[in-house]
């Protein structure tokens, strides 16, 4: 089984992409992204940097796993700048 980094969800010809990574200070992340009405690129990141790694990772992958479509557009459509 493939250790999925990514998922992408579509709905009323909208798209948002979550991925689980590690960013550059070597904290571990969630993100959502898509595009506004006018086009513009919209990213949300979830940092997950309290704690000891081997926890923080752990959150991090749960709630990449715990995220469905639902979740995804309720997050990316409350985010400020969404509706421009």
């Given at each position: 089984?493939?250790?999925?980094?990514?998922?992408?969800?579509?709905?009323?010809?909208?798209?948002?992409?979550?991925?689980?990574?590690?960013?550059?200070d070597d904290r571990?992340?969630?993100?959502?992204?898509?595009?506004?009405?006018?086009?513009?690129?919209?990213?949300?990141?979830?940092?997950?940097?309290?704690?000891?790694?081997a926890k923080c990772?752990?959150?991090?992958?749960?709630?990449?796993?715990?995220?469905?479509e639902d979740e995804?557009?309720?997050?990316?459509?409350?985010?400020?700048?969404?509706?421009?």
């Amino acid at each position: 089984m493939m250790d999925k980094f990514a998922k992408l969800f579509e709905r009323d010809d909208r798209q948002v992409l979550v991925r689980r990574f590690t960013n550059e200070d070597d904290r571990p992340c969630v993100s959502f992204e898509t595009t506004t009405a006018s086009g513009h690129r919209l990213c949300l990141t979830i940092e997950f940097a309290r704690g000891e790694e081997a926890k923080c990772l752990a959150q991090r992958d749960q709630a990449f796993e715990n995220c469905g479509e639902d979740e995804a557009f309720r997050v990316v459509e409350k985010a400020p700048g969404y509706d421009l």
